[in-house]
């Protein structure tokens, strides 16, 4: 992991998928970017095996494009990835790493993903402030703020030939993304990848994706990787992992052996143990 420049809020890195820029107060991508040239690499090892070449793909909540870099790379110029950002100036940052990376078959969206499609008034967020950029919701933004950020049913917003993969990290959000793509879900059938980080949401969630005839196992890696790109032997991540659902449509037969099933509606990492 190389640093190839500072700006006011900034680094410049040379990373283990490409060039970023990543900010080191973003406590988690970004730090982590910076001390270890990547993010939750265990988790992208587990994503680039459910894309090919010229598979499409979806990204909802994209962030600075830790995942949207490599993703674009492994599909190719025959594949395409949407990725949705509703930020601003995660955005720009975004936008910025995809031109880094020479990446053209990219379409980045400067809008969140829900049921229904709404201009909503969000608050600015100053990136000289120390926090965990992507640990924000959409709800958590909202204010009466002159700035507005569009959200996007993707049913209304995209018109695609094939659909390989839906990725979404929306802090709580995901039903409603999932409500908002269920035509693009029952014609192209994608495999999904969403983040579970809350036992909030998870029984309707259950209901929606197994009346879909959907399987779905739990996928939880740890945030810090012993083999990161830079060689850095600390773990500044503790035990922390990430809480993620992989739902494979059943048609596919996939065999999944190293992963637990989702048992039921009441189901999530955060109350096993528990009685």
Same mark, same amino acid.
């Given at each position: 992991?190389?640093?190839?420049?500072?700006?006011?809020?900034?680094?410049?890195?040379?990373?283990? #998928?490409g060039h970023f820029l990543a900010n080191p107060k973003d406590n988690y991508l970004g730090g982590s970017m910076?001390?270890?040239?990547?993010?939750?690499?265990?988790? @992208?090892?587990?994503?680039?095996?459910?894309?090919?070449?010229?598979?499409?793909?979806?990204?909802?909540?994209?962030?600075?494009?830790?995942?949207?870099?490599?993703?674009?790379?492994?599909? =190719?110029?025959?594949?395409?990835?949407?990725?949705?950002?509703?930020?601003?100036?995660?955005?720009?940052?975004?936008?910025? !790493?995809?031109?880094? !990376?020479?990446? *053209?078959?990219?379409? +980045?969206?400067?809008?969140?993903?829900?049921?229904?499609?709404?201009? /909503?008034?969000?608050?600015? *967020?100053?990136?000289?402030? &120390?926090?965990?950029?992507?640990?924000?919701? $959409?709800?958590?933004?909202?204010?009466?703020?002159?700035?507005? *950020?569009?959200?996007?049913?993707?049913?209304?917003? /995209?018109?695609?030939?094939?659909?390989?993969?839906?990725?979404?990290?929306?802090?709580?959000?995901?039903?409603?993304?999932?409500?908002?793509?269920?035509?693009?879900?029952?014609? #192209?059938?994608?495999? $999904?990848?969403?983040? +579970?980080?809350?036992?909030?949401? &998870?029984?309707?969630?259950?209901?929606?994706?197994?009346?879909?005839?959907?399987? /779905?196992?739990?996928?939880?890696?740890?945030?810090?990787?012993?083999?990161?790109?830079?060689?850095?032997?600390?773990?500044?991540? =503790?035990?922390?992992?990430?809480?993620?659902?992989?739902?494979?449509? +059943?048609?596919?037969?996939?065999?999944?052996?190293?992963?637990?099933?989702?048992?039921?509606?009441?189901?999530?990492?955060?109350? @096993? =143990?528990?009685?």
């Amino acid at each position: 992991m190389t640093e190839l420049l500072r700006t006011e809020f900034y680094h410049l890195i040379e990373a283990r #998928h490409g060039h970023f820029l990543a900010n080191p107060k973003d406590n988690y991508l970004g730090g982590s970017m910076i001390r270890y040239g990547e993010f939750s690499e265990i988790e @992208w090892m587990l994503l680039e095996q459910l894309i090919h070449p010229g598979n499409v793909v979806v990204e909802a909540g994209a962030n600075m494009g830790v995942f949207t870099v490599p993703l674009a790379k492994k599909v =190719g110029r025959r594949g395409m990835v949407y990725a949705f950002e509703p930020q601003m100036t995660i955005f720009q940052q975004l936008c910025a !790493n995809l031109a880094l !990376n020479d990446l *053209v078959n990219v379409q +980045a969206f400067n809008a969140g993903c829900g049921d229904e499609s709404a201009w /909503l008034p969000i608050r600015r *967020v100053d990136p000289a402030r &120390s926090t965990n950029f992507g640990g924000l919701s $959409l709800k958590m933004l909202e204010s009466q703020s002159p700035v507005r *950020v569009r959200v996007e049913r993707l049913d209304d917003v /995209l018109d695609v030939s094939r659909l390989n993969l839906i990725k979404a990290d929306v802090e709580g959000m995901e039903l409603q993304v999932l409500r908002g793509a269920s035509g693009l879900i029952k014609q #192209h059938r994608p495999r $999904l990848y969403l983040e +579970a980080n809350e036992p909030e949401g &998870s029984a309707e969630l259950y209901d929606l994706l197994t009346g879909w005839d959907y399987r /779905l196992f739990w996928h939880l890696p740890p945030m810090y990787n012993p083999e990161n790109h830079a060689g850095d032997g600390e773990n500044i991540f =503790g035990r922390t992992i990430s809480m993620n659902i992989l739902c494979l449509p +059943a048609e596919q037969g996939a065999r999944i052996k190293r992963f637990r099933a989702v048992s039921g509606r009441g189901d999530h990492p955060k109350l @096993w =143990g528990k009685a």
